[in-house]
């Protein structure tokens, strides 16, 4: 079983950034492939960015490519999400995922994740 909490969202001008963290409780952190997700108001949960359990590849969605950086710290088994130069689209709350050990499939679809945080709210204002 693991358990996700995250923490890091706000208010922030556009054009800003803001750093996610997802701390997970469980001994097979350093084999969990580690995702992240957001849902606006009134919208479909959708992927934002993803990373191997190797740490060796990354995942992105078109909409936050080259202004989004995943990265996960298996020392302290949390997972980070780097956001930078924020557009008020990006409002929402984001969520953090996690994978069942040694997963190695698609990271992009909600159903490959088997545990979820509760959620933490990122308002971006224009």
């Known amino acids: 079983q693991v358990q996700l909490v995250e923490s890091g969202g706000g208010l922030v001008q556009a054009g800003g950034s803001l750093r996610l963290s997802c701390a997970a409780s469980?001994?097979?952190?350093?084999?969990?492939?580690m995702g992240w997700f957001r849902q606006a108001p009134g919208k479909e949960r959708e992927f934002v960015a993803a990373?191997?359990?190797?740490?060796?590849?990354?995942y992105y969605a078109d909409s936050v490519k080259g202004r989004v950086t995943i990265s996960r710290d298996n020392a302290n088994n949390t997972a980070s999400l780097q956001m930078n130069s924020l557009k008020a689209e990006d409002t929402a709350v984001y969520y953090c995922?996690?994978?069942?050990?040694?997963?190695?499939?698609?990271?992009?679809?909600?159903?490959?994740?088997?545990?979820w945080g509760q959620g933490t709210q990122v308002t971006v204002s224009s």
């Open positions: 995922a996690a994978t069942r050990s040694g997963y190695g499939g698609n990271h992009y679809y909600a159903g490959a994740y088997a545990y």
């Open positions: 469980g001994r097979t952190f350093s084999s969990t492939g």
């Open positions: 990373i191997h359990w190797t740490g060796r590849t990354t």
